[in-house]
């Protein structure tokens, strides 16, 4: 199943610091998630001053079960720097 994510980081002052703590940690992660074909493609999502406030990520895993269980280990989760999400379901086109 493919999947679009959207997932927005706190909105408090310690936001950003969170985010930058862990974000070797979760480069780490989605480069292995990347290596077994599960994201597609991802990137930051920025504000109207260009600052990271949240990521999206096109991913391809099994079912939205595996996807929650992946979402859990990430470092931005465990970190606490996503906080909010919006998952939809999606079927990429095929422009080749």
């Given at each position: 199943m ?28 989605a ?20 600052q ?7 991913v ?8 929650d ?28």
């Amino acid at each position: 199943m493919q999947f679009h994510i959207s997932a927005l980081d706190g909105t408090d002052d310690e936001a950003l610091t969170r985010r930058m703590n862990v974000r070797e940690d979760h480069f780490v992660h989605a480069r292995s998630k990347y290596a077994a074909g599960e994201i597609l493609m991802g990137g930051a999502i920025l504000d109207e001053k260009g600052q990271m406030i949240g990521s999206t990520l096109f991913v391809e895993i099994e079912n939205r079960e595996a996807l929650d269980t992946w979402l859990a280990a990430d470092p931005y989760s465990k970190g606490n720097v996503w906080q909010t999400f919006t998952i939809t379901e999606i079927k990429i086109a095929d422009l080749t």
